[in-house]
Every structure is written in C-alpha cells, then in structure tokens.
C-alpha cells in the first residue's frame, strides 16, 4: 500500500493538541531513524509513528465510551487507567479513519502503550521511539537507552520496560499485565544472551 505521510501528518495537526503532535513527528522521525538503522521498512515504520496516538486526545470517559461503540474488548486494568485503551482506540482509528490495513503497523500503535513479549521488530522500534523521540523531558536512563536503541534493541527494550516498571511502581500505579510479562520475557532473552 502507498501511504501519504504528509496527509497522515495533517489529519493528526488536526486532530492532536500542538505538543502532542509535536511528540507525534518525534516519534515518526525516530521511528524512521530506528527503521534505517536496524534495516526494516523506513515508510511503514513511519507510519506507526505518526498514528500511534491518534487516540489520545480523548478523556478517560470518552475513551471508555468510543471502545464500547466500537467493540474493542476492555480488561480490569484498563477501566481502572483508561488512558492505556489509546493504543486499541488508535490502531481502529489508524484502519477505520486513515486506511491502514498492514496488520503489522496496527498490532504496533496496539502494543505501543504497555509492550508485550516477544514483540516483532516494528512494535520494538514504535515501543522506544515513543519513549526516546527528541522532545521527551530528559529523565534518568533515557541518554543510555537512547544510544542502545540504536546498537542493542532487545537491551533498549529491557532497559525501557525495567524503568517503566519501576517509575508506575514509585507512583503506586496500576501496572498492565502485559508490561509485566514483557519484562520478565526480555529478562529472559538478555540473560541468554549474556
Ligand atoms: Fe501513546
Ligand atoms: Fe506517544
């Protein structure tokens, strides 16, 4: 499929508050950085990156109610942090809205929010673009993951979901499942590697 990616930049200036398209364009620009890099397909990759949050201009409420009316399933974790339905929300907007049909981008802006075990090379590249793109606030961590992005995916995305997991931990946050289970996956995978 051709994709027009300054058509997909205008539908979400449309629709985007201006710091969240701001990190909207980041995180394409990384996404295609990530692409570039690790050798996988600069466009699609793009793609995922500039629809990822078409969802999450919405209240907790109003995504609740649009995943009702759209029948996108809800877990308990989800109706207790709304906000985490974005990604579901997103990847029906991206097909529904935008014509995007590659289930490959849509299962990524899915995954995009928590991570999951044994994610394919497109939902690790959204997973860290999303974390690291250029206008993200400087935090602990995020120099190092920046650079191992770009050396050591699988490292980058373990490095990401320990400190995410220890960050929602210190806000005596909800943690998702699967952010959970990705984390003890690529534990996994790093200490084989090792
Ligand atoms: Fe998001
Ligand atoms: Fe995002």
Do not use: W
């Amino acid at each position: 499929m051709k994709y027009d990616l300054l058509e997909l930049q205008d539908a979400m200036r449309k629709v985007l508050k201006p710091n969240r398209y701001v990190h909207s364009l980041g995180v394409q620009y990384t996404c295609a950085s990530l692409a570039m890099c690790h050798g996988y397909d600069v466009v699609k990759a793009q793609v995922a990156g500039i629809l990822h949050d078409a969802a999450k201009g919405y209240s907790d409420d109003e995504l609740l109610r649009r995943c009702k009316k759209h029948e996108i399933s809800i877990s308990n974790v989800e109706r207790e942090q709304p906000y985490l339905l974005h990604g579901k929300l997103g990847a029906y907007y991206a097909k529904s809205k935008y014509g995007v049909e590659d289930e490959e981008i849509l299962q990524a802006i899915i995954f995009h929010t928590t991570g999951k075990p044994e994610m394919t090379e497109l939902e690790k590249i959204l997973f860290l673009s999303d974390y690291m793109e250029p206008s993200r606030k400087m935090i602990p961590g995020l120099e190092e993951i920046r650079k191992l992005a770009f050396t050591n995916l699988d490292l980058a995305i373990y490095t990401t979901l320990h400190n995410t997991l220890n960050y929602l931990k210190s806000k005596a946050q909800t943690i998702d499942n699967t952010t959970s289970e990705a984390y003890e996956y690529y534990k996994g995978v790093i200490n084989n590697k090792r």
